[in-house]
């Protein structure tokens, strides 16, 4: 079963953040092993990036793909040798290029900017949304 880290800057205030990330990472279960790691400040979050990993920066520079091309793009990680995924968001001012360029991958969600604390809901949400395409599941439709 594949590994899905979400290395996120910052920790989540909102209860009603907390609540959906919960509810994500329960039905991510069902798929994969997912974990979600807080960093305090850039240092951090970059001490968290594996090299063993498939890391994903998210950045608006990055590819946007549409859902099923993450799907796709998920299920042809441990073709490629890698175990476990981590996707990376940065804090209110994103990314340093330095942590970035301990990524394999740049991916955008859009060109618009999203609170980094919203991200991690959405991040999450599409990633459930990539395993129930890879598996043939109703949620996607």
């Known amino acids: 079963m594949l590994n899905v880290r979400f290395i996120c800057h910052g920790t989540l205030k909102e209860e009603y953040l907390r609540m959906a990330c919960a509810e994500y990472m329960k039905r991510l279960g069902g798929y994969c092993k997912p974990e979600i790691f807080e960093a305090k400040d850039d240092k951090a979050l970059a001490a968290l990036i594996r090299e063993k990993d498939y890391n994903i920066a998210l950045c608006v520079e990055g590819k946007q793909l549409s859902s099923p091309e993450l799907a796709e793009m998920i299920e042809e990680i441990p073709q490629k040798g890698f175990s476990a995924i981590s996707f990376v968001i940065g804090g209110s001012d994103g990314l ?17 900017t999203f609170p980094h604390q919203l991200m991690r ?12 395409i890879n598996n043939n599941g ?3 439709k």
Not at 96 to 112: G, W
Not at 125 to 131: D, L, N, V, W
Request: net charge positive.
């Open 96 to 112: 340093p290029e330095s942590t970035k360029a301990l990524c394999k991958y740049r991916l955008s969600f859009s060109k618009m």
């Open 121 to 132: 809901v959405i991040l999450l949400e599409q990633t459930y949304r990539a395993f129930t």
């Open 138 to 140: 109703k949620y996607h």
